[in-house]
């Protein structure tokens, strides 16, 4: 058993220079699982008992959580005996994270800590014990995380269990404050000089831009394009601003949005000679390949809603392009939100 112990804590040690972490600064984690005993049977009647408890926790880098762990075994019964006792652990643990912040998040435990026998019987005494282990965190949302935890639990007395854990996170704070920092721009101090008037300069005729694309009239070769469009050096449009956002996980168009695909669905039936690519994309929490899925079914959600509004299908087509095209920081909530949208490429016929 010291061999295993051994073995583990080393493979910890020599894991902690490859370890990048989630953001969140502290957590707090409910517990539920099974106690196996090993080589107890001296001690204890079963062999296997519920334990429950829960956990609280502070990131101190960024991929080290520190824990305080509590834990309750009730009716523990002895063997060859009437009687029964509770069991209470409380420790201290550290977590190692292992791998960016996506939704699979492994991680390395050990601690130490104190076991409480309510009632000792057969040599079964309180005392130290040392636990190491391996865990796994699931982000089922932003703040709200599944964990698994197996660990080999070593009693100073001489006694082993292997306890397995299953439980619910509710994570909060951000540990470092992602937000880029801004230089300070000091304005530069002129000195004025005084100069005689200018005469008057000759009357121009003014280039102007009427349309408001950004293009001067003379060289829009698109006039009167409406609002909310993004056109090329003629003055023509090559993409709409559809603004539409998706909720984490999801592809339905929020009621909030539909009036923005209705709008675009009136210009497609106004301006026949352009046709849409309905463009999907997703934030970076999650595997790849998942969410170029999600990506393609946010791009067909909008593109089938345009059909519904009477847009001839044939006018209309979705592409997903995942999580490759991020126009936010991922690592901030605010970020993610505004990387789960759909776009719009026009494509004049």
Same mark, same amino acid.
């Given at each position: 058993?010291?061999?295993?112990?051994?073995?583990?804590?080393?493979?910890?040690?020599?894991?902690?220079?490859?370890?990048?972490?989630?953001?969140?600064?502290?957590?707090?984690?409910?517990?539920?699982?099974?106690?196996?005993?090993?080589?107890?049977?001296?001690?204890?009647?079963?062999?296997?008992?519920?334990?429950?408890?829960?956990?609280? %926790?502070?990131?101190?880098? =960024? @991929?080290?959580?520190? +824990? &305080? /762990?509590?834990? $309750?075994?009730?009716? *523990?019964?002895?063997?060859?005996?009437?009687?029964?006792?509770?069991?209470?652990?409380?420790?201290?643990?550290?977590?190692?994270?292992?791998?960016?912040?996506?939704?699979?998040?492994?991680?390395?435990?050990?601690?130490? %800590?104190?076991?409480?026998? =309510? @009632?000792?019987?057969? +040599? &079964? /005494?309180?005392? $130290?014990?040392?636990? *190491?282990?391996?865990?796994?965190?699931?982000?089922?949302?932003?703040?709200?995380?599944?964990?698994?935890?197996?660990?080999?639990?070593?009693?100073?007395?001489?006694?082993?269990?292997?306890?397995?854990?299953?439980?619910?996170?509710?994570?909060?704070?951000?540990?470092?404050?992602?937000?880029?920092?801004?230089?300070?721009?000091?304005?530069?101090?002129?000195?004025?000089?005084?100069?005689?008037?200018?005469?008057?300069?000759?009357?121009?005729?003014?280039?102007?831009?009427?349309?408001?694309?950004?293009?001067?009239?003379?060289?829009?070769?698109?006039?009167?394009?409406?609002?909310?469009?993004?056109?090329?050096?003629?003055?023509?449009?090559?993409?709409?601003?559809?603004?539409?956002?998706?909720?984490?996980?999801?592809?339905?168009?929020?009621?909030?949005?539909?009036?923005?695909?209705?709008?675009?669905?009136?210009?497609?039936?106004?301006?026949?000679?352009?046709?849409?690519?309905?463009?999907?994309?997703?934030?970076?929490?999650?595997?790849?390949?998942?969410?170029?899925?999600?990506?393609?079914?946010?791009?067909?959600?909008?593109?089938?809603?345009?059909?519904?509004?009477?847009?001839?299908?044939?006018?209309?087509?979705?592409?997903?392009?995942?999580?490759?095209?991020?126009?936010?920081?991922?690592?901030?909530?605010?970020?993610?939100?505004?990387?789960?949208?759909?776009?719009?490429?026009?494509?004049?016929?």
């Amino acid at each position: 058993m010291n061999k295993i112990t051994t073995g583990i804590l080393l493979s910890s040690v020599c894991s902690i220079a490859l370890l990048a972490g989630a953001n969140n600064k502290y957590e707090i984690t409910p517990k539920v699982g099974i106690d196996i005993h090993q080589d107890n049977h001296e001690y204890y009647k079963d062999r296997e008992e519920l334990v429950y408890g829960i956990s609280a %926790g502070k990131r101190v880098f =960024d @991929n080290t959580i520190f +824990e &305080l /762990e509590y834990q $309750k075994e009730r009716g *523990v019964k002895y063997s060859n005996s009437i009687y029964e006792t509770d069991r209470d652990r409380v420790g201290v643990n550290a977590l190692f994270e292992h791998s960016e912040y996506k939704k699979i998040v492994p991680y390395i435990i050990a601690g130490v %800590g104190y076991e409480w026998i =309510d @009632n000792e019987r057969n +040599e &079964l /005494e309180s005392g $130290k014990y040392l636990n *190491v282990g391996l865990g796994v965190r699931y982000a089922l949302q932003d703040n709200f995380h599944l964990k698994l935890e197996a660990k080999e639990v070593l009693n100073e007395n001489g006694r082993a269990d292997f306890v397995a854990l299953l439980g619910l996170t509710f994570a909060f704070g951000e540990y470092r404050d992602l937000t880029p920092i801004e230089p300070e721009i000091k304005p530069i101090k002129k000195e004025v000089i005084e100069l005689p008037p200018a005469p008057p300069a000759p009357i121009e005729v003014v280039d102007i831009d009427s349309d408001g694309d950004g293009v001067l009239d003379s060289k829009d070769l698109c006039p009167n394009t409406p609002k909310k469009f993004k056109v090329d050096s003629d003055g023509c449009p090559e993409r709409y601003n559809l603004l539409v956002h998706f909720d984490f996980d999801k592809s339905v168009i929020k009621n909030e949005f539909k009036e923005n695909v209705e709008d675009f669905a009136k210009f497609l039936s106004e301006y026949t000679i352009y046709d849409a690519v309905i463009e999907g994309h997703t934030d970076w929490i999650g595997d790849e390949k998942y969410n170029q899925k999600l990506s393609v079914e946010r791009a067909d959600s909008v593109k089938n809603y345009l059909i519904d509004l009477g847009v001839d299908d044939s006018r209309v087509s979705s592409k997903g392009y995942g999580e490759s095209m991020p126009i936010a920081d991922n690592q901030t909530s605010e970020g993610r939100y505004q990387n789960r949208r759909v776009e719009v490429q026009i494509i004049k016929k």
